[in-house]
């Protein structure tokens, strides 16, 4: 069975700072690993995914996540926060053999202080 | 392409209603999914379908939910009667393979039962 544990539901950084949102899955098999953004009263939009190859995987926006297998994790960083990146962030998880179950996160929301 | 096309984007209703909400998925997309979006619960997969053909609908929790897809531009889901525990935002989301893929979410359809 797999998991996506996010933690911190709730995390503040100044403008200009370092965004790290936290990720960690549990896979019985090689995972595809997602970060999905949801902007208020939007659907969700795809940051980045990583699926196999090179383990840093760079997004929209100037994020870009690191798949650690050793750590089970896929964390979200970005090395200058905007105003604009107020939002929540979705990790979500399925299986490289080919599922259509997703299971997402249960969330973070970034505020971002002036 | 105008991304997923979910309607209404707000409903208010009183128990015992019948609620249809209704999408349009991306052309070319064969997969579908409805999930649901509750503060307690997160984001829940309903019900699947690949090919307009229903998969998976092991997370529509009771009878009164059901979901069809006539063909492959449109998809309902359907609560009948409503109840105010089923208030929550529903989103709409289509791929180009069932696994994998990018999930392109639609805006949602936010639904109050009274």
């Known amino acids: 069975a797999q998991s996506v544990t996010q933690l911190g539901s709730h995390v503040s950084v100044s403008e200009g700072a370092l965004v790290l949102l936290r990720c960690n899955y549990s896979?019985?098999?090689?995972?595809?690993l997602f970060w999905y953004v949801q902007y208020p009263n939007q659907g969700l939009q795809l940051l980045l995914k990583?699926?196999?190859?090179?383990?840093l995987v760079k997004g929209i926006n100037g994020f870009e996540a690191e798949f650690k297998k050793s750590e089970t994790s896929f964390h979200l960083t970005k090395p200058s926060a905007h105003m604009s990146d107020a939002a929540e962030y979705f990790c979500?998880?399925?299986?490289?053999?080919?599922?259509?179950?997703?299971?997402f996160g249960t969330g973070t929301r970034l505020k971002v202080l002036a | 392409d105008a991304g997923v096309i979910q309607s209404p984007r707000h409903e208010v209703t009183e128990m015992g209603q019948e609620v249809t909400l209704r999408c349009k998925p991306i052309?070319?997309?064969?997969?579908l999914f409805w999930y649901r979006q509750t503060m307690m619960r997160g984001l829940e997969l309903l019900i699947y379908?690949?090919?307009?053909?229903?998969?998976?609908d092991s997370g529509m929790p009771e009878d009164r939910f059901s979901a069809k897809m006539p063909n492959a531009s449109f998809s309902t889901l359907k609560i009948q009667p409503s109840e105010p525990r089923d208030s929550a935002v529903y989103f709409c989301?289509?791929?180009?393979?069932?696994?994998?893929?990018?999930?392109?979410f639609g805006a949602g359809s936010r639904l109050t039962v009274l």
């Open positions: 989301a289509s791929s180009q393979q069932s696994w994998a893929n990018v999930l392109t």
């Open positions: 896979s019985s098999v090689p995972p595809y």
């Open positions: 990583y699926t196999t190859g090179a383990t």
């Open positions: 979500a998880v399925s299986e490289a053999s080919g599922t259509y179950k997703y299971i």
């Open positions: 052309s070319g997309h064969n997969s």
């Open positions: 379908f690949n090919n307009n053909v229903p998969i998976d």
